[in-house]
């Protein structure tokens, strides 16, 4: 069965980096679509930042593209989103989420299945203050 375990969660100012970690388990790892999500109190689930299982391709959404990013070891089993100059704005519980992919070579299509097919992990709390 899958397993996905975040961490590198934390109380932070603005400004500076943090870098969080999926450890993954149960599955193909090299195969999977995978991702993080992330939900501010009050909103729904969005998606942060993803890679293609089909190529490899790595999206970002808009409010993330310069700042964080999103990378693999292969080795180890580990997803990360290093994430710099944080702002208020990204105060959410983050989630890693992988699933089988379906073909997909956009981002909304990637996100689309993820969010119908994925599994999950527990979360990690990134708070940012001002």
């Known amino acids: 069965e899958v397993q996905l375990v975040e961490s590198g969660g934390g109380l932070v100012q603005t400004g500076v980096s943090l870098t969080l970690s999926c450890e993954a388990s149960?599955?193909?790892?090299?195969?999977?679509?995978m991702g993080w999500f992330r939900q501010a109190p009050g909103k729904e689930r969005e998606g942060v930042s993803c890679?293609?299982?089909?190529?490899?391709?790595?999206f970002y959404a808009d409010a993330v593209k310069d700042r964080f990013t999103i990378s693999i070891d292969r080795a180890k089993k580990i997803l990360y989103l290093f994430m710099s100059s944080l702002e208020a704005e990204d105060t959410a519980v983050y989630y890693c989420?992988?699933?089988?992919?379906?073909?997909?070579?956009?981002?909304?299509?990637?996100?689309?299945?993820?969010?119908?097919?994925?599994?999950w992990g527990h979360g990690t709390q990134v708070t940012v203050s001002s």
């Open positions: 989420a992988v699933a089988p992919p379906r073909g997909g070579k956009s981002w909304v299509q990637l996100v689309r299945n993820l969010l119908d097919f994925g599994s």
């Open positions: 149960g599955f193909p790892f090299d195969d999977y679509d």
């Open positions: 890679i293609a299982g089909s190529d490899g391709r790595k």
